[in-house]
């Protein structure tokens, strides 16, 4: 059973940078890929970005190219989101989620994934 393990949020000022991590067990862990979505309150859960684990092909929201980048070290098991330029937008509580249907050829909506981790708060603040 895969187990999601998020850390690295909190409060930070508009315009600052966070880093997410998301931890994943068992050691013998090999999705097809890794995703990071996000839920502000009052609405819908929304992609953020995603990873293809063996080959690292990204993909983003609109609203976070170009101040998101997603990465792995597949040695660590661990997917990072750093979040640079953050806005009041942003906030929200972030989830990771891992992901094993090889047919997908973009991984960018939920129901490609599988497992998903208990989720991190970021808040960003004026």
């Known amino acids: 059973q895969v187990q999601l393990v998020e850390s690295g949020g909190g409060l930070v000022q508009a315009g600052g940078s966070l880093r997410l991590s998301c931890a994943a067990s068992?050691?013998?862990?090999?999705?097809?890929?890794m995703g990071w979505f996000r839920q502000a309150p009052g609405k819908e859960r929304e992609f953020v970005a995603a990873?293809?684990?063996?080959?690292?092909?990204?993909f983003y929201a609109d609203s976070v190219k170009g101040r998101f980048t997603i990465s792995r070290d597949s040695a660590k098991n661990t997917v990072y989101l750093s979040m640079n330029s953050l806005k009041r937008e942003d906030t929200a509580d972030y989830y990771c989620?891992?992901?094993?249907?090889?047919?997908?050829?973009?991984?960018?909506?939920?129901?490609?994934?599988?497992?998903w981790g208990q989720g991190t708060q970021v808040t960003v603040s004026s």
């Open positions: 989620a891992s992901g094993a249907d090889r047919s997908v050829l973009a991984p960018t909506q939920s129901t490609a994934f599988g497992s």
């Open positions: 068992p050691r013998t862990f090999s999705p097809y890929a």
């Open positions: 990873i293809k684990w063996s080959i690292g092909s990204t």
